[in-house]
């Protein structure tokens, strides 16, 4: 209960000190000169932590060994050694922008190889703040594509997941906004099949080859580009290959 007479600190040279936090308002101008000194110190605690923490960020916390600085990472998709499996600069740069740019949150990719599509969808994730699943059968495709995504400072953000990705994409739960396919080509549309029960309303599905390899996969090229459900356009976004890839907004 509140006594309504002033709370005092008594000390041994005759001095007394008004407890700042439950001392009255109305103050005499020696307390008011104490209480000022208590609170300057009181507010210097933060202003110091402040100055300290702007100019020792990391103080505190361990040191990501992932992290990696813009330069680094672009530094090494530029010289990425790519093996003849992996998709063209030209192809993972649009899967980039079209993360980026629909803003995807949850993205699964058939077919991993060494990871040169992971690792650029990867940065368009770590911009929206998503994550990848990328799934390959191959255990030496999976190591390579997990060491290179260490590499580039994203294996936070792309996940490796080993297995066919006909037995995997059944147990993934959750929905999911972007897929790319791009494992066997007369598979694509068993893998679709398998994933579009958890597939959002404006989700985007790219497969990739469609133009090279489309005596194998006929029934995937008829089933997006006639179904209602889809709207689908054939793009070219490299020569390198000669080939290219569909794109298929799910709009319903
Ligand atoms: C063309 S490469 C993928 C290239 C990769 N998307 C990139 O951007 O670099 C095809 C990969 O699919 C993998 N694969 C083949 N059949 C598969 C399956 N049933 N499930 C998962 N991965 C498979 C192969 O091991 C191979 O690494």
Redesign the pocket.
């Known amino acids: 209960m509140d006594s309504g007479r002033d709370e005092r600190s008594h000390f041994q040279d005759g001095t007394s000190q008004l407890h700042p936090r439950r001392g009255r308002l109305t103050l005499g101008q020696s307390q008011n000169h104490n209480v000022m000194k208590t609170i300057a110190s009181i507010s210097t605690v933060p202003l110091a932590l402040a100055t300290f923490l702007t100019l020792f960020p990391t103080a505190g916390h361990a040191a990501d060994p992932n992290a990696i600085t813009e330069e680094a990472r672009d530094k090494f998709i530029q010289n990425f050694q790519r093996i003849g499996?992996?998709?063209t600069p030209g192809d993972?740069m649009l899967l980039r922008i079209l993360v980026q740019s629909t803003g995807a949150k949850r993205g699964v990719?058939?077919?991993?190889?060494?990871?040169?599509?992971?690792i650029q969808m990867g940065v368009g994730f770590e911009r929206t703040g998503g994550r990848l699943i990328t799934?390959?059968?191959?255990p030496d495709?999976v190591r390579q594509c997990r060491a290179n995504l260490a590499q580039a400072g994203l294996d936070k953000t792309v996940t490796v997941v080993e297995g066919?990705?006909?037995k995997v994409l059944p147990t993934l739960e959750g929905e999911f906004d972007f897929v790319?396919i791009?494992?066997?080509k007369q598979?694509y549309l068993k893998y679709l099949k398998a994933i579009e029960p958890k597939l959002k309303r404006g989700a985007v599905v790219v497969a990739d080859n469609v133009i090279r390899s489309a005596n194998q996969m006929r029934d995937y090229l008829e089933y997006v580009q006639s179904s209602p459900t889809y709207e689908t356009t054939t793009v070219r976004a490299s020569m390198e290959k000669n080939d290219g890839m569909t794109i298929s907004f799910k709009r319903r």
């Open positions: 499996l992996n998709t993972a990719e058939v077919g991993s190889a060494t990871g040169y599509g992971a799934i390959d059968i191959d495709m066919d990705a006909l790319f791009d494992a066997l598979d």
